[in-house]
């Protein structure tokens, strides 16, 4: 892409939501960290998907379906590229990150950790990167310990020796949803890997953002979403070593998922399908494929940078309202493109629909998915931001008067 095309300004106009107006109000979207929206790159090629070459994948002999099964296999081999994974056979499709973990959850822990081993998480993990180990160790009687967060948003990692001695698996965020901290995973990793734990890395809010190497973090698993990234509902992926996914047994059988199946017994068929059971999403899929060309052509690099931008003008903007707190790193650097915050005693849920009535101004009010790092910071919720491409300062700015004007009108 040209240099002058990276801009906010004229990358909105690849995205129809944004000519929707409420009265002569714009949508401002600040709520990326829960779905991004769509480039009609992405719409196009999922009704061209539906429109021209609709048929099941891998199993017809004739034309729509070889193509069908081209475009889908294609997208395999793009993911791979754009996360710098090993090689296509890395990459499963699953439905969002959430499956994924599960997925790990199930055909790794379940099996392969011996009752009364022991999963490291964090405090700071989304519930997706909680629950699933909270069901698998209930199963098998598995410990679970948690790295604390300091008071700033940033894990306490003093005792991360001490955690992963006896450990067998780490699950952690490599950024959080809510205090935008971007956690150390490749140091982290390496520390694991001194004690022979296996690693997933929670990738849902850093793959879309910033350049993401699966081979340098050096993780065993890493999980995302495509919806997070300007691709349609209803894709993730699951990256794992090839060797780690051969020695896994399926997550849900049915077609697809296997080689040869008698009334006694099946076998299953070759990674990366042996996890993808069932007819897949394949438009969606084709969806994603045209998300991550285009995040290729304005370049990771660009979306961070521009993400910093904007995070610094906002808790620039932010520091000189009263009563606003921040939560999470002071330092931009160490942030994605999230701020997360109190406004006086404001109930966050009554704030973001003031904002959303009097400035269609879209933000997220709640606990984020994150119940026990809200508990340990003392918070029932919190209002966040989040940013992306298509977002720009005088938007940034306007959620700022938004704010000030809230004081008054909640007289807080
Ligand atoms: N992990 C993190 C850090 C997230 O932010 C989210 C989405 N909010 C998820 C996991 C879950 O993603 P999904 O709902 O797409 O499975």
Redesign the pocket.
């Known amino acids: 892409m040209e240099a002058a095309s990276r801009s906010p300004y004229r990358i909105r106009e690849d995205f129809p939501i944004f000519s929707r107006m409420r009265g002569p109000r714009p949508l401002v979207y600040l709520d990326n960290?829960?779905?991004t929206q769509k480039p009609r790159k992405v719409l196009n090629a999922i009704v061209l998907y539906y429109s021209n070459t609709n048929a099941n994948v891998h199993r017809g002999v004739y034309g729509i379906s070889i193509e069908a099964t081209e475009l889908y296999e294609g997208v395999r081999r793009k993911v791979a590229n754009f996360v710098d994974a090993n090689s296509w056979r890395e990459v499963v499709f699953t439905?969002?990150?959430?499956?994924?973990?599960n997925l790990v959850a199930y055909s790794y822990a379940l099996h392969k950790i011996k009752r009364g081993g022991k999963i490291v998480i964090t405090e700071m993990?989304?519930h997706?990167?909680i629950v699933p180990w909270q069901l698998v160790a209930g199963i098998k009687g598995l410990r679970i310990e948690a790295i604390p967060i300091t008071m700033d948003g940033y894990l306490d990692l003093s005792s991360l020796d001490n955690s992963l001695r006896d450990a067998d698996m780490l699950a952690i965020?490599h950024?959080?949803?809510v205090l935008g901290t971007i956690n150390p995973v490749k140091e982290i990793t390496k520390t694991a890997k001194e004690y022979g734990v296996t690693v997933l890395v929670?990738a849902?809010?850093s793959v879309p953002h910033m350049p993401v190497s699966f081979k340098q973090i050096g993780c065993d698993f890493l999980?995302f979403?495509g919806?997070?990234m300007l691709g349609p509902m209803g894709v993730?992926c699951l990256i794992a070593r090839e060797e780690i996914l051969e020695s896994m047994e399926p997550f849900m059988g049915g077609g697809e998922m296997i080689s040869e199946v008698t009334l006694s017994g099946s076998r299953w068929n070759e990674i990366p399908w042996k996890f993808e059971a069932g007819t897949p999403s394949v438009g969606d899929v084709v969806g994603l494929g045209a998300a991550v060309e285009y995040l290729q052509e304005i370049g990771l690099q660009w979306v961070r940078r521009h993400e910093e931008e904007l995070t610094r003008t906002a808790l620039q903007e932010f520091s000189e309202i009263p009563r606003l707190r921040v939560i999470g790193p002071e330092s931009v650097k160490d942030r994605c493109g999230l701020v997360s915050f109190l406004l006086s005693d404001i109930h966050p849920h009554d704030l973001a629909e003031y904002l959303d009535r009097e400035f269609n101004i879209a933000v997220r009010a709640g606990h984020?998915?994150a119940m026990p790092l809200h508990t340990k910071l003392g918070l029932v919720a919190t209002t966040r931001a989040s940013f992306y491409i298509y977002n720009t300062k005088e938007e940034v700015q306007l959620l700022a008067d938004g704010l000030k004007q809230a004081l008054e009108y909640f007289k807080a």
């Open positions: 960290a829960a779905t439905r969002n990150t959430t499956e994924a973990i993990e989304h997706s990167n965020v950024a959080s949803n929670d849902a809010q999980a979403s919806h997070k993730g984020h998915c």
